[in-house]
């Protein structure tokens, strides 16, 4: 069994930033894509960056391109995603995703396509 713990959520004022991170522990796991998804109150879950490990190609989500970066992953199997220019919509939980497979990009931004999900890790950001 493979286990996802995330970190580093809390609160944080209008502009400020925070580092998540997603550390594996359990058997033995190669990691062939990582993303990151969050869901707030009411809302679906929403896709809001991936990175594949085979060739280190970075996906942002729109809302969140230019102020959010996903990191990681090669070394110790932590991902990570920094958090800058943070806004009250973006306040959400915040979910580590990983799959075995080098998922399509098309593929990635589905969380479906995700076998192991962590517990989650609040993020509020208040103005």
């Known amino acids: 069994q493979v286990h996802l713990v995330e970190s580093g959520g809390g609160s944080v004022q209008v502009g400020g930033s925070l580092r998540l991170s997603c550390t594996t522990s359990?058997?033995?796991?190669?990691?062939?894509?990582a993303g990151w998804f969050r869901q707030a109150p009411g809302k679906e879950r929403e896709f809001v960056a991936a990175?594949?490990?085979?060739?280190?190609?970075?996906y942002h989500a729109d809302v969140v391109k230019g102020r959010f970066f996903i990191s990681g992953v090669n070394a110790g199997n932590t991902v990570y995603l920094q958090m800058n220019n943070l806004k009250p919509e973006d306040t959400a939980v915040y979910y580590c995703?990983?799959?075995?497979?080098?998922?399509?990009?098309?593929?990635?931004?589905?969380?479906?396509?995700?076998?192991?999900w962590g517990q989650g890790t609040q993020v509020t950001v208040s103005s």
């Open positions: 359990g058997r033995t796991f190669n990691i062939g894509t």
């Open positions: 995703a990983l799959d075995s497979s080098r998922l399509i990009v098309s593929a990635l931004r589905s969380g479906e396509n995700y076998d192991y």
């Open positions: 990175r594949r490990v085979s060739d280190g190609s970075s």
